[in-house]
């Protein structure tokens, strides 16, 4: 079966500081993968989507980066972080085969002080 | 991807039926219709999908209408575990180009 990874689950980071944020998806192959934010009280915002291996789409300009160095995992960057970048971060994978049912990590709240 | 609208807030008895309305009026031919509810601080969960017939699964009835202009979720007897966050998406499954943007979605109340 599938599993999706997401880490870590809550972070703290000073404003100016560096963000990393790391997914892995297991069990299947060449997934679409996904970063979505959502602050307070909001809906979800699409960030990042790839379909393959160094392939990514920005939804909206921003203060963040993604990256995806290997087929099953997806990093989403920041070098210097904002406090407007608070929020709760979902990663999701979907098979990619035009069956876009998401799954989605845990997410990682994000407080940026 | 065609726009859907949602009202923002509902409320449900418990034991009752809930109808979650969405329009979606410029949804194309091509377009599914897939419904997904989020309970903080997890992320959204998938409920079911359909394009032109209704569909059925364990946790909810999709009702769409012959034009294909609005839909309707239906959680046959609400709990109060089914209070969440409920999203519409409308969503055309391109050729491995797929990506699903959530909007503001419906608040579920299930009240005892």
């Known amino acids: 079966s599938q599993t999706i990874h997401q880490w870590p689950a809550t972070l703290v980071q000073p404003v100016g500081s560096p963000l990393s944020l790391e997914c892995t998806v297991e069990g299947t192959s060449n997934p679409n993968l996904y970063w979505y934010r959502q602050a307070a009280g909001r809906g979800l915002q699409l960030l990042f989507y790839s379909v393959g291996i160094g392939q990514i789409s920005s939804e909206v300009p921003q203060n963040l980066s993604a990256s995806r160095p290997q087929d099953r995992q997806f990093i989403l960057s920041s070098k210097k972080l904002l406090l407007s970048d608070s929020g709760f971060y979902l990663c999701?994978?979907?098979?990619?085969?035009?069956?876009?049912?998401?799954?989605f990590g845990s997410g990682t709240q994000l407080s940026v002080l | 991807d065609a726009k859907t609208t949602q009202p923002p807030s509902m409320d449900c008895a418990e034991g009752r039926a809930a109808n979650l309305p969405c329009n979606h009026s410029t949804i194309s031919g091509n377009e599914y219709v897939y419904w997904y509810r989020q309970i903080h601080p997890q992320g959204p969960q998938y409920i079911i999908h359909g394009l032109k017939n209704n569909e059925t699964n364990e946790m909810a009835s999709l009702i769409i209408t012959e034009d294909r202009k609005s839909s309707t979720l239906i959680l046959p007897h609400a709990t109060l575990r089914d209070t969440a966050v409920y999203y519409c998406?409308?969503?055309?499954?391109?050729?491995?180009?797929?990506?699903?943007?959530f909007g503001q979605g419906t608040t579920l109340q299930v009240k005892p």
């Open positions: 999701a994978w979907s098979p990619g085969t035009g069956n876009e049912k998401l799954f």
């Open positions: 998406i409308a969503y055309v499954a391109a050729s491995n180009t797929g990506k699903l943007i």
